[in-house]
């Protein structure tokens, strides 16, 4: 599964910014599909997913501002960003989370995108 990325850049407090990606390869087995960032000196985390039964997940700080959507048809998930905050500066990457085999025995695997630079400023 290769992922390619698109959207993201310079925008001030209170502004809005779209990231969308694309998925190609063997992307029938993709299940979940969506974002995380990494900010300086912190761990990577998740911000949004919406599983292949269109289940979503946010984190806390997030809720209410960013909206995950997916295009099952073209293999593309998007990120709506609202209301951006000096905190959501960060670099974001895009994920594809698969599952395949059997009932019995499933194999999982996540791939990422190269990562877009997202910078708020106050």
């Known amino acids: 599964v290769q992922l390619v990325e698109s959207g993201g850049g310079l925008v001030q407090a209170g502004g809005s910014l779209r990231l969308s990606c694309a998925a190609s390869g063997r992307t029938g087995s993709i299940d979940a599909m969506g974002w995380y960032r990494q900010a300086p000196g912190k761990q990577r985390e998740l911000v949004a997913a919406v599983t292949s039964g269109g289940s979503t997940n946010y984190a806390d700080s997030v809720k209410g501002r960013f909206t995950v959507s997916r295009d099952y048809s073209k293999n593309t998930v998007n990120l709506q960003m609202n209301n951006l905050k000096p905190e959501d500066t960060a670099v974001y990457y895009c994920?594809?989370?698969?599952?395949?085999?059997?009932?019995?025995?499933?194999?999982?695997?996540?791939?990422w995108g190269q990562g877009t630079q997202v910078t708020v400023s106050s």
């Open positions: 994920n594809a989370h698969e599952v395949f085999g059997p009932v019995e025995r499933t194999y999982e695997n996540d791939y």
